[in-house]
């Protein structure tokens, strides 16, 4: 079955500095990519995704590639702010119709102001 | 538009016990799908509803048991509890089942078990 690889397990920025979170899956079949933000207390919040027939998605400050051919995808924060400050979890399909996800083990971000 | 609201927010039982847990899917959303996340994890798919039936399966046992209704609401049972299902049970729903779709999360259900 999917397996998917997160890292670093913690990341530490100064406000206004980049952040970059990788991941790899090991499924060829998985086509589709999300990310999701959790703060403390509160589920899982979709930030950005992108599917199998992308390499590379932005919106605003949030951007994702995706490397099918090495099996690997990452999220790039820039400017960060402290109110990005969460933990982030990478997740694929896990290749079968229903379009279950795999998450990886997540990673805590904190932006120092 | 309502976003996915899960009940009750937390949850104390006893090892042994059995506990139902709800949710109700996001306006317009026919699949529901129910995901285990242990302290300090990410979450871990349990299984998923649409039309009613489950319509696919994570490696949990089969004490861990789901209906979904008419309305695309959700339960999700544990029978027999025992101490390492203490977790945050997160229910998550998508327009339609595929991977065509993403999913929105509710915020959980806190279960601790003594």
């Known amino acids: 079955g999917e397996n998917v690889e997160q890292h670093p397990s913690t990341l530490s920025v100064q406000e206004g500095d980049s952040a970059v979170i990788k991941c790899t899956y090991s499924?060829?079949?998985?086509?589709?990519f999300p990310w999701y933000k959790q703060e403390l207390g509160k589920g899982p919040q979709l930030i950005i995704d992108?599917?199998?027939?992308?390499g590379e998605k932005k919106d605003q400050r949030i951007a994702v590639t995706l490397n099918k051919t090495a099996k690997h995808f990452s999220l790039h924060i820039t400017e960060t702010q402290p109110e990005d400050s969460a933990v982030y979890f990478c997740?694929?399909?896990?290749?079968?119709?229903?379009?279950?996800?795999?998450f990886g083990k997540g990673t805590k971000l904190s932006v120092k102001p | 538009e309502t976003g996915v609201t899960q009940s009750p927010t937390h949850l104390i039982k006893t090892r042994g016990q059995q506990v139902t847990l709800r949710c109700s899917s996001q306006?317009?959303?026919?699949?529901v799908s129910w995901y285990q996340q242990a302290l300090g994890q990410g979450p871990q798919f349990i299984f998923q509803?649409?039309?009613?039936?489950?319509?696919g399966r994570g490696n949990f046992p089969p004490r861990f048991s789901g209906l979904q209704f008419p309305n695309y609401s959700s339960e999700l049972n544990v029978n027999a509890l025992e101490l390492d299902d203490s977790a945050l049970y997160l229910c998550?729903?998508?327009?339609?089942?595929?991977?065509?779709?993403?999913?929105?999360f509710g915020s959980g259900t806190r279960l601790t078990v003594v």
């Open positions: 998550a729903s998508s327009p339609r089942t595929g991977t065509n779709y993403g999913y929105t």
């Open positions: 499924d060829s079949a998985s086509n589709y």
């Open positions: 992108i599917r199998s027939n992308v």
């Open positions: 997740a694929a399909t896990d290749g079968g119709s229903q379009g279950n996800l795999i």
């Open positions: 306006s317009g959303h026919n699949t």
């Open positions: 509803y649409y039309r009613e039936e489950e319509n």
